[in-house]
């Protein structure tokens, strides 16, 4: 016979060879195989709900994380809206004292100012009355040589007085 068409004795051959590799695999190895691919299954389906178990523990911190950061966010909020309320706080605090020391100040440069106006015055009013007192002494002076026209002088002024009390 050919090689395509094959000869009974040599699949008598196989076929025998191949029920003693079926039995022999069968009596020691069969379980031990079953036995693998079952633990190997196993394992899988151990990793797969892990796996499982770990997706579902990450959502849940995702969760929380997502909850924590809208929290500082909220607070975050709070915490500046507090701050700008403070802030206007001391501003309008800062304004108010300003204007309250500018009006003190103000009214103390009035008071500087009287104080200075008045002194003036009265400085002006002290010079002006010591050269009246100098031009009328030498004024009496020069008209009060002739003793006889002082006492003239003196007589009408007692009588003035004397009349006008």
């Known amino acids: 016979m050919g090689l395509i068409t094959p000869d009974y004795g040599l699949m008598f051959w196989m076929l025998v060879s191949f029920s003693v590799l079926l039995f022999l695999l069968k009596k020691f190895a069969w379980k031990q195989i079953i036995y693998s691919i079952k633990s190997r299954e196993d394992e899988v389906a151990k990793a797969l709900r892990e796996a499982e178990y770990a997706r579902n523990e990450v959502a849940q911190l995702q969760e929380r994380q997502a909850q924590v ?7 975050r909020d709070t915490i500046l809206a507090e701050a700008k309320k403070t802030k206007e ?3 309008e605090e800062a304004n108010a004292k300003a204007i309250l020391d500018s009006k003190k100040m103000m009214e103390q440069a009035r008071e500087t100012i009287s104080r ?9 009013k002290h010079y002006a009355s010591n050269i009246i007192l100098q031009a009328t002494e030498r004024i009496l002076r020069s008209e009060l040589k002739n003793k006889d026209k002082y006492e003239e002088q003196i007589s009408s002024i007692i009588n003035e007085i004397s009349t006008q009390n």
Request: hydrophobic share 45%; charged share 35%.
């Open 116 to 124: 200075e106006k008045e002194a003036a015055q009265q400085e002006l």
């Open 69 to 75: 950061v809208a929290k500082a966010q909220a607070e």
């Open 89 to 91: 706080r001391i501003l």
